[in-house]
């Protein structure tokens, strides 16, 4: 079955920066976009950025682009999502998703990981 398991969360301070990882097996890697998204406490899950199979295309939400970069690794099954200059309303557990489709909303992607908590503190 498909299984993508996100790590490299942590607790960091405010100026700081973390590389999260998705390890994705079970599926053809190269065929699938992935998407980085975030739920923060009583919000709703956000989209952060998406990366097609070849690597070729990403996209990211206004409210990251600058300070966050997505990049994945075809030959690990790995994506990547580079988070600098963290700020405390970064705070929220992070997960990647994958889909056939070049999708930004939550309920379009088939795929998902259990996620990984980012904590930045003031």
């Known amino acids: 079955q498909v299984q993508l398991v996100e790590s490299g969360g942590g607790l960091v301070q405010a100026g700081d920066s973390l590389r999260l990882s998705c390890a994705a097996s079970g599926l053809t890697f190269t065929r699938h976009v992935m998407g980085w998204f975030r739920q923060a406490p009583g919000k709703e899950r956000e989209f952060l950025a998406l990366i097609t199979g070849s690597g070729i295309t990403t996209y990211y939400a206004d409210h990251v682009k600058g300070r966050f970069t997505i990049s994945r690794d075809n030959a690990q099954n790995t994506a990547h999502l580079q988070m600098n200059s963290l700020r405390p309303d970064d705070t929220a557990v992070y997960y990647c998703?994958?889909?056939?489709?070049?999708?930004?909303?939550?309920?379009?992607?088939?795929?998902w990981g259990q996620g990984t908590q980012v904590t930045v503190s003031s």
């Open positions: 998703a994958a889909d056939l489709g070049m999708n930004t909303k939550v309920d379009r992607y088939e795929y």
